[in-house]
């Protein structure tokens, strides 16, 4: 689990890193109409979109409570896999050296 809790760790840094520097640094309604305009630029968002749903699919079959659910899959669709890796890094500190009930939540009994 210690590379797991590495390669999440430097994810959320890297996240971190790249939306504070978009958010400095772009201007949103200009470089989104850009990336709209582009047919490579839609496939990218609907690819993106795709593995949130996706991703939070896991969240939602993992978490005991629906309300802690739902605030994850929401951040999740607003600020993307920065998201997905703390959800993963906080989870792999939670269960330590439990596989199963990293992957499994409270469904592993």
Do not use: C
Request: proline share 3%.
């Amino acid at each position: 689990m210690k590379l797991a809790k590495i390669i999440s760790a430097l994810g959320l840094l890297a996240m971190t890193a790249v939306i504070t520097y978009g958010f400095i640094i772009g201007d949103f309604s200009k470089d989104g109409a850009q990336i709209l305009s582009n047919p490579w630029g839609i496939v990218s968002l609907v690819d993106l979109y795709v593995g949130f749903i996706l991703f939070s699919m896991w969240i939602a079959f993992r978490e005991e409570k629906v309300p802690v659910a739902v605030i994850w899959i929401v951040l999740m669709m607003i600020l993307g896999f920065f998201t997905a890796a703390l959800y993963i890094l906080i989870n792999l500190f939670k269960y330590q050296d439990d596989w199963p009930g990293f992957f499994m939540g409270h469904r592993k009994q």
